[in-house]
């Protein structure tokens, strides 16, 4: 069984940083992308930074400058780097993945659990 999950959430000042992370395990065969999305009290769901098994990076417009998505392969780990916090950061981050469980397999998307992250003074 296939889990993401997600640490690194809590409350911060603006213009502080935080670091996300999201650790995916079970049983896994290949990741491909991944990514970090997030949703604010009565807002859809929505991208907040992608990254390929290759590296490749795509980030919403809102987070440009201020977010920093990277993987690490060999841990099945990705992580969110945030910085310049403001409080429409607010919101709960959720963990995204492709993965293909065995070789066998197709690609599945899971998702995290979700972390809460607050942007307040």
């Known amino acids: 069984q296939v889990q993401l999950v997600e640490s690194g959430g809590g409350l911060v000042q603006p213009g502080g940083s935080l670091t996300l992370s999201c650790a995916a395990s079970?049983?896994?065969?290949?990741?491909?992308?991944m990514g970090w999305y997030r949703q604010a009290p009565g807002k859809q769901r929505e991208l907040v930074a992608t990254i390929t098994s290759g590296g490749r990076k795509n980030y919403a417009d809102s987070v440009k400058g201020r977010f920093t998505i990277s993987r690490d392969n060999a841990k099945n780990t990705v992580h969110l780097q945030m910085d310049s916090l403001k409080p429409e950061d607010t919101a709960v981050y959720y963990c995204n993945g492709d993965l293909q469980p065995k070789p066998w397999e197709r690609r599945y998307n899971y998702w995290g659990q979700g972390t809460q992250v607050t942007v307040s003074s």
């Open positions: 079970g049983s896994i065969f290949s990741i491909y992308a």
